[in-house]
């Protein structure tokens, strides 16, 4: 037990020593046409439990039924609670920022034209999950350092309606629907 602690804490601290060299490095960019057609969403389930709300942007911004990709983090997994979309936890954490879970290698298996990071706790696992996300466009909330997202929105996020509209208008000023 001491010694899977102590495992964890070095596996944490070689994550945010990768995550660091990360931020450093200029991003490498996505050679995707404009406009948006597909979406990654990273949602916090610990503070928004309804992430199913994203499927909404299909029918809002004209897309196809599969364009988008969900991924839900939670602290620590319920296997009693079933969840309608894809789920990581701190335990998937493994040397030097990798994170060890199948959804996670499906999720970063593709290249999206607009990642969402529905987050606004500071957190080791949605900050590594992002990074690594190949997208041409990634919004998400101003709590968080402005390095992760190109689009700030400050708005609560408990607000998904106003979140929805606020991204239809900045994605329209920049002439990405």
Known sequence: MFFKGLQ???KVKSG???LEEELEKPPVPVKREK???SVACIVDLNHFANAEQFYELIDEFSLRPNAIK???YKRDFDNTSPYAIQV???KDLGWKGDIENGY???FLGR????LINYYDQDNLMMKLLSIRTPARLKVGFGALDPKFNDLILNVPLGDFKLFKRELKKYLTVLNEL
Not at 111 to 114: A, H, K, M, R
């Open 8 to 10: 964890d804490k070095f």
């Open 35 to 37: 406009g948006i057609t």
């Open 104 to 106: 996670v290698l499906e």
């Open 70 to 72: 969900i991924i839900g």
């Open 111 to 114: 290249e999206y034209d607009l």
């Open 88 to 90: 990581f936890t701190d």
């Open 16 to 18: 945010i020593k990768y």
